[in-house]
């Protein structure tokens, strides 16, 4: 059998921490950050975590299943 191929945008996008968690950079804070409060992009600093709805497939990616 060949082996499966990880996907390349998903390994650079995604990170596994040390227990197992997915997680990854939020959206939304590259530019046109003026009209945006501090709040709002004091939270987006912090990495989010991939949900159980989408981690079967975001894992399939990565080639963890």
Sequence with gaps: MPKVKTN???KKRFK???SGKI??????KRHILTKKS???KRSLRQDGVVSDANLHFVKRLLGMK
């Excluded at 997680?23 to 939304?28: E, R």
């Design 8 to 10: 390349s945008s998903a």
């Design 16 to 18: 596994v921490t040390g």
């Design 23 to 28: 997680t990854f950079q939020k959206a939304f």
């Design 38 to 40: 501090t709040k709002r």
